[in-house]
């Protein structure tokens, strides 16, 4: 969430740090006039709405779809496996093969 507030911020900062920079690096007279500090904020607004829908877009789609079941990431072998999703009904054989294997009976170490 953190490195969100922050692409927002620094994108909505863009174009005054672009404006104060081509300001330094002019010579002529049109730098000497004040800053358009109203064009600058909406300019910058608008740069913010942009890369807000950029991000959404771009987390959207490496989400799951409706119904599918994600599987958080673990630990395996000494190595993290990032999360994925699975269809529905490949989760739905999972847990029926899960339930299978527990209801089977454990070899008893008895011989009678």
Do not use: C
């Not at 005054?16 to 010579?27: C, D, E, Q, Y």
């Not at 909406?42 to 950029?54: D, E, L, P, Q, R």
């Not at 000494?78 to 490949?90: C, M, T």
């Amino acid at each position: 969430m953190v490195r969100i507030t922050i692409i927002e911020i620094l994108s909505f900062l863009l174009p005054f740090g672009l404006f104060f920079l081509w300001r330094t690096v002019s010579t002529s007279e049109a730098a000497a006039k004040p800053a358009p500090v109203l064009k600058l904020a909406a300019a910058g607004a608008a740069t913010a709405v942009v890369v807000m829908i950029g991000l959404v877009l771009l987390d959207s789609a490496r989400g799951g779809h409706e119904g599918d079941q994600y599987v958080p990431p673990r630990l395996v072998d000494g190595e993290i496996q990032p999360g994925y999703f699975i269809r529905s009904d490949e989760a739905a054989d999972d847990t029926n093969e899960d339930a299978g294997e527990e209801a089977e009976d454990p070899p008893s170490d008895d011989q009678e």
